[in-house]
């Protein structure tokens, strides 16, 4: 699953921002993905004609595994996890 076309892009991105902005620090934030939730939101939009959300489960099966897979990828990464205090 691991896409080595999107990693070398991502190291691109990030080498030519660091050479234009010495300081610059990049941060990600993550987001729950719960795949029952997002196929009973995806039926509701169905159910209610919102053609745009009809798509296969197997559609969603195959972006959840590349969620996952994004996990493991995304260490490998010059990031630090965003930590939003207050």
Do not use: C, W
């Not at 990049?26 to 004609?49: S, T, V």
């Not at 489960?57 to 630090?80: C, F, G, N, W």
């Amino acid at each position: 699953m691991f896409s080595l076309t999107g990693h070398i892009k991502t190291r691109i991105f990030i080498s030519n921002i660091q050479l234009k902005f010495k300081d610059v620090k990049f941060e990600y934030k993550l987001f729950e993905l719960n795949p029952e939730e997002a196929k009973k939101r995806i039926k509701a939009d169905i159910d209610n004609g919102v053609d745009i959300s009809n798509v296969p489960d197997s559609t969603i099966d195959r972006h959840i595994a590349l969620y996952k897979q994004m996990l493991v990828d995304i260490k490998q990464e010059p990031l630090t996890e965003f930590h939003h205090s207050i």
